[in-house]
């Protein structure tokens, strides 16, 4: 497929933009600065055409390619995020561009102690000759998922420049917030009018994701007893302690993200904050099953209870929060969706495969929320750290799968396949 690929300088373009997002924030978007690379998106979508495009006051970006088939095609979604990690600065990134890797470590330019090892990255051994691009090592690159954002701007505007190109409708969605887990609380499903969805937020090239971690929030509040400490014999009952009590009889060799891998779930706290009087520990719990989860939650209860035993006074609260379910379950009744993907990846010269990811995407969500929405690669590595990475020619065949996709969806979407 002959394309004059854009997407390396949009990506270059987007990334220097900080759209980290803020998970102490209560607003939507966390922060403001997200819509500043959403007007750049929809000022880009309307000088390629699409003339509906635009950003709500929540921080999304909405446009549609029209369809140009006669044929009736289920409206499909292309989805990425524009927000990066809270985990890594994201302000002041600066690309740098290493043409025609040649296999050796990499030593981030203005943070030597950053070396991104072809040991410890063993991707980088299918990238032998290829253009990499990496941040300076002070902070992270913003790849994840901003290189999902350029493939779809892309792809978007060698459809729109090829009318020759047959296709259904497309609709585009750049969401904010995915990184705190808030990516989609506000997206107007009536306004997207999708049937069927992709978000463009995958690692290696060829991947297809369609299962996701069912995930819960957990928030365990200790009531404990505060006197003064000069006369706190017998009396006193430290929530702080009790905190550090639940956290050190938690599993040490099982049930962490640290300890597990494939499709073994964890239990993992992500903050302590209290005093004597008062401590709260929040934890999220992963499986990939929702009765992986509740055994979990039982046994971290459990755990709670016979700490709290050994204080009598004491009381405590145990909150579960549901976060999103393994999008698997939805995706299983139209197998074709996920199809449709790997024959795209297949006409790129794609080995297609499928996987599971050990975390969650807007998919997750969007999943039931009606949209049926498996995750395709966008060739990002590394992220949430200063090492992160992505190859050009990974991006090109993310647009590539792309225009592909849109290409398969018009051909094989037979009378039965209809919108939902």
């Not at 690379?37 to 000022?43: D, I, R």
């Not at 943070?111 to 990496?134: R, V």
């Not at 990516?183 to 992709?198: I, S, W």
């Amino acid at each position: 497929m002959n394309i004059s690929y854009t997407v390396t300088e949009r990506f270059l373009r987007y990334v220097k933009i900080d759209t980290q997002s803020d998970p102490d924030s209560p607003t939507y978007p966390s922060t403001e600065k997200q819509k500043n690379l959403g007007k750049l998106l929809v000022q880009e979508l309307l000088e390629i055409g699409l003339k509906d495009a635009h950003i709500d006051e929540f921080g999304y970006v909405y446009a549609t390619l029209a369809s140009n088939s006669d044929k009736k095609i289920p409206a499909i979604c292309w989805c990425a995020h524009m927000d990066t990690s809270p985990d890594c600065s994201g302000e002041n990134v600066n690309p740098i561009m290493h043409k025609k890797y040649s296999g050796n470590d990499i030593i981030l330019v203005n943070d030597t102690s950053q070396i991104l090892k072809i040991a410890e990255h063993p991707d980088l051994k299918n990238q032998i000759g290829n253009d990499i691009i990496t941040a300076d090592g002070t902070t992270l690159l913003g790849a994840d998922n901003k290189a999902g954002v350029a493939e779809i701007m892309d792809a978007v505007n060698h459809l729109f420049s090829h009318p020759e190109i047959k296709h259904g409708a497309i609709k585009v969605l750049f969401t904010p917030d995915e990184e705190i887990g808030r990516g989609v609380d506000k997206v107007d499903m009536k306004k997207l009018a999708a049937d069927f969805g992709y978000t463009v937020d995958g690692e290696t090239v060829g991947h297809l994701e369609d299962e996701t971690f069912s995930a819960d929030g957990v928030n365990i509040t200790i009531h404990g007893i505060s006197t003064h400490p000069g006369f706190a014999k017998g009396k006193m009952e430290s929530a702080i302690k009790i905190a550090a009590d639940i956290i050190s009889n938690l599993p040490r060799d099982t049930r962490s993200p640290e300890t597990t891998e494939l499709h073994e779930g964890f239990i993992h706290p992500t903050s302590v904050s209290g005093t004597i009087e008062k401590a709260v520990i929040k934890f999220i719990i992963r499986s990939f099953t929702v009765d992986g989860l509740t055994r979990l939650e039982a046994f971290l209860q459990h755990i709670t209870e016979e700490v709290i035993s050994n204080y009598p006074k004491s009381t405590f609260e145990f909150e579960v929060i549901e976060q999103y379910r393994n999008m698997k379950l939805i995706l299983d009744k139209y197998p074709h969706v996920s199809e449709f993907a790997m024959e795209a990846m297949i006409r790129s010269g794609l080995t297609p495969m499928q996987s599971s990811i050990r975390g969650g995407t807007d998919g997750s969500r969007l999943s039931y929320m009606g949209l049926p929405c498996p995750n395709i690669f966008a060739g990002e590595h590394a992220f949430h750290s200063k090492l992160e990475w992505v190859s050009v020619q990974d991006m090109q065949k993310a647009v590539e799968t792309l225009v592909n996709l849109a290409i398969v969806w018009e051909e094989k979407t037979p009378q039965s396949i209809e919108a939902k």
